[in-house]
T-cell receptor
Framework: DTAVSQTPKYLVTQMGNDKSIKCEQN?????MYWYKQDSKKFLKIMFS???????INETVPNRFSPKSPDKAHLNLHINSLELGDSAVYFC?????????????FGPGTRLTVT | AQSVTQLDSHVSVSEGTPVLLRCNYS??????LFWYVQHPNKGLQLLLK??????LVKGINGFEAEFKKSETSFHLTKPSAHMSDAAEYFC?????????????FGKGTMLLVSP
């Protein structure tokens, strides 16, 4: 009965590879997000989708491409991985994208690029 | 533009003593404010939220926070710390006049609880 799930939990890969992280929510929410948490625990929004449409795209390299096949899924594909991409990536969802709605976070995917 | 400042990167308390985690924010509009907790190697869990209703907000696990507009503060408190409260705490602001919002996170406060 997990609300927001991510796979894989850990991902170790070499520079230059392409990898994907999957996210699914079973809360019936309309809006989903990807965040990056750096080594100092700082969290920053990367993308936000509402009903499969991109609504927020922060200054993220275009090597990162989110894909939303339906409103319950938001996957993150990363091309040509770099050392600086190593971080914990969190998926989240909220009922709507409006400010008063809290976001529910997945358990995170720890990406290590060697 | 919105921002959040968590005034302490680390707070150490003894079990059974009060907890105070400080947070100040800036916002162009009437904000919504949240506190999230992150236990080691876990995701973020919502503790409580303020969305322009009562200024004193009660959350889970005995935590509460008071929204003070005049001080632009949203400090998190708990009367008596428990060992299981040891974690990273994030103060978060969300504001939009209309349309979709983004969350801006503070840099976090690590709460250490000693026996």
């Amino acid at each position: 009965d997990t609300a927001v799930s991510q796979t894989p939990k850990y991902l170790v890969t070499q520079m230059g590879n392409d990898k994907s992280i999957k996210c699914e929510q079973n809360l019936g929410h309309d809006t989903m997000y990807w965040y990056k948490q750096d080594s100092k625990k700082f969290l920053k929004i990367m993308f936000s989708y509402n009903n499969k449409e991109l609504i927020i795209n922060e200054t993220v390299p275009n090597r990162f491409s989110p894909k939303s096949p339906d409103k319950a899924h938001l996957n993150l594909h990363i091309n040509s991985l770099e050392l600086g991409d190593s971080a914990v990536y969190f998926c989240a969802s909220s009922q709507e994208g409006r400010q008063k709605y809290e976001q529910y976070f997945g358990p995170g995917t720890r990406l290590t690029v060697t | 533009a919105q921002s959040v400042t968590q005034l302490d990167s680390h707070v150490s308390v003894s079990e059974g003593t009060p907890v105070l985690l400080r947070c100040n924010y800036s916002s162009s509009y009437s904000p919504s404010l949240f506190w999230y907790v992150q236990h080691p190697n876990k995701g973020l869990q919502l503790l409580l939220k303020y969305t322009s209703a009562a200024t004193l907000v009660k959350g889970i696990n005995g935590f509460e926070a008071e929204f003070k507009k005049s001080e632009t503060s949203f400090h998190l408190t708990k009367p008596s710390a428990h060992m299981s409260d040891a974690a990273e705490y994030f103060c978060v602001v969300s504001d939009t006049n209309s349309g979709y919002s983004t969350l801006t996170f503070g840099k976090g406060t690590m709460l250490l609880v000693s026996p």
